[in-house]
């Protein structure tokens, strides 16, 4: 997964407890995004930033709140961790500010919420 | 839900085998993907197949989309040991801001 670069790979939190994941990339790519992967439930679209300074809200955001404070790095950050936010966390790229096309992955957090 | 179904869940080959994994979906499409997932790594995006396409090759990939059907299928003719991961369908579905959204996956494991 050359090119987008996540922190940190695992993560154990208690209840209550607050954190941010970070992502960085050098593909110098547009469009940001965060995922979660639960099993049986495929990915989940939380956040996503088409551009620097832009961020949207995507299918799961409640409990999360993201960054884009510039083209590199977008963080998504946990304000009261809960149990059922226990999942692996992806960021992944594209290229395109609107368009859909292929994602760039990150090796993936995962964190437990106990 | 606007994702796509894979089928089968699970699918289990012997070495040298094809593969046959299907993806429907509810909605019309701009474009279907479909990525590769091995154990414990992030998703890698293998081949893309746009609306007015039918099917598209990419080594041993081959990947049909039928639109009126709604359906979709990839193929990995003689499969290896290290095809073994778990395979997501991706659909753009058109319609105002939409993101890409995944499927379950499907796992499929090739014996040696």
């Known amino acids: 997964n050359a090119g987008v670069t996540q922190t940190p790979k695992f993560q154990v939190l208690k209840t209550g407890q607050s954190m941010t994941l970070q992502c960085a990339q050098d593909m110098n790519h547009n469009s940001m995004y965060w995922y979660r992967q639960d099993p049986g439930m495929g990915l989940r679209l939380i956040y996503y930033s088409a551009s620097e300074g832009t961020t949207d809200k995507g299918e799961v955001p409640n409990g999360y709140n993201v960054s884009r404070l510039n083209k590199r790095e977008f963080s998504l950050r946990l304000e009261s961790a809960a149990p059922s936010q226990t999942s692996v966390y992806f960021c992944?790229?594209?290229?395109?500010?609107?368009?859909?096309?292929?994602?760039?992955f990150g090796s993936g957090t995962q964190l437990s919420v106990l | 839900s606007q994702q796509g179904e894979e089928d089968p869940q699970a699918l289990s080959i012997q070495e040298g085998e094809n593969a046959t994994m299907n993806c429907s979906y509810k909605?019309?499409?701009?474009?279907l993907q479909w990525y590769r997932q091995n154990s414990g790594r992030g998703l890698v995006h293998l081949i893309l197949?746009?609306?007015?396409?039918r099917e598209k090759h990419s080594g041993r990939l081959r990947v049909t989309l039928d639109t009126s059907k709604k359906s979709s299928s990839l193929l990995i003719t003689a499969s290896r040991a290290a095809d073994t991961a778990s395979y997501f369908c991706?659909?753009?579905?058109?319609?105002?801001?939409?993101?890409?959204?995944f499927g379950k996956g499907i796992t499929l494991s090739v014996r040696p």
């Open positions: 197949i746009r609306s007015n396409e």
């Open positions: 992944a790229l594209a290229r395109g500010l609107a368009t859909n096309e292929k994602l760039f």
């Open positions: 991706a659909t753009d579905w058109t319609g105002a801001n939409s993101k890409l959204t």
């Open positions: 909605t019309s499409i701009n474009n």
